[in-house]
């Protein structure tokens, strides 16, 4: 798999799929879940409304999956991450479950690029630097099937330099 790092916003850059850092409830929220919100659409919302009615929504460090509304995807795979108490309480496992779990999702799905932001490290809290450490661990551990290029998209200069020192 071929792992790129861009800076910017995840709605605007050229993949397949984008994954989505979310809440169980599916409800949509700020940061990057509301920014997709946006440039979706509704019917992002509409088919999260459907997934939490048959199963409740998504539990943290899982994944499930929409279409893309009116972005030029053919999903948005939304993931669950773990909010930061302290890391003891199964944050680490919980992250690289969000990794792994979502790129088992984009294999089912036949997807050949991936983009991911920086899952939990905005209101959810997630030491930057660790939550780099174990996106970058997860992604380049994962042996895929279909997917051929994953790339870590990074809003912010801390995250984008994190990631620069980690993966060059
Ligand atoms: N593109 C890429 N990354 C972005 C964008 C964007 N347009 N906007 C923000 N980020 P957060 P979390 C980065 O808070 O910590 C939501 O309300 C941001 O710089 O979006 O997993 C949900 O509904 C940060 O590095 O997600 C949940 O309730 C990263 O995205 C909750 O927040 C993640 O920040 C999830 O919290």
Same mark, same amino acid.
């Given at each position: 798999?071929?792992?790129?790092?861009?800076?910017?916003?995840?709605?605007?850059?050229?993949?397949?799929?984008i994954?989505?850092?979310?809440?169980?409830?599916?409800?949509?929220?700020?940061g990057?879940?509301?920014?997709?919100h946006?440039a979706?659409g509704?019917?992002?919302?509409?088919?999260?409304?459907?997934?939490?009615s +048959? $199963?409740?929504?998504?539990?943290?460090?899982?994944a499930v999956f929409? %279409?893309?509304?009116?972005?030029p995807y /053919?999903y @948005?795979?939304?993931?669950?991450?773990?909010v930061?108490?302290?890391?003891?309480?199964?944050e680490?496992?919980?992250?690289?479950?969000?990794?792994?779990?979502?790129?088992?999702?984009?294999d089912?799905?036949?997807?050949i690029?991936?983009?991911?932001?920086?899952?939990s490290?905005?209101?959810?809290?997630?030491? +930057? $630097?660790?939550?780099?450490e174990?996106a970058?661990?997860?992604?380049? %551990?994962?042996?895929?099937?279909s997917? /051929?290029? @994953?790339?870590?998209?990074?809003?912010?200069?801390?995250?984008?330099?994190?990631?620069?020192?980690?993966?060059?």
């Amino acid at each position: 798999m071929d792992i790129q790092l861009l800076r910017g916003d995840i709605t605007r850059v050229e993949v397949e799929a984008i994954v989505n850092a979310a809440n169980s409830g599916l409800f949509g929220g700020g940061g990057v879940d509301g920014a997709i919100h946006r440039a979706g659409g509704s019917a992002i919302m509409e088919e999260c409304k459907i997934i939490r009615s +048959k $199963q409740g929504g998504c539990p943290t460090g899982q994944a499930v999956f929409t %279409s893309a509304g009116n972005m030029p995807y /053919r999903y @948005v795979i939304h993931t669950v991450g773990p909010v930061w108490r302290g890391g003891a309480d199964g944050e680490p496992e919980l992250l690289k479950a969000c990794y792994t779990n979502s790129l088992k999702l984009a294999d089912e799905l036949n997807i050949i690029s991936l983009a991911f932001p920086n899952i939990s490290t905005g209101v959810y809290g997630y030491p +930057k $630097q660790l939550a780099a450490e174990m996106a970058i661990d997860a992604v380049g %551990s994962y042996r895929s099937k279909s997917i /051929r290029q @994953v790339v870590f998209v990074c809003f912010d200069e801390e995250n984008y330099s994190l990631y620069q020192q980690l993966i060059s």
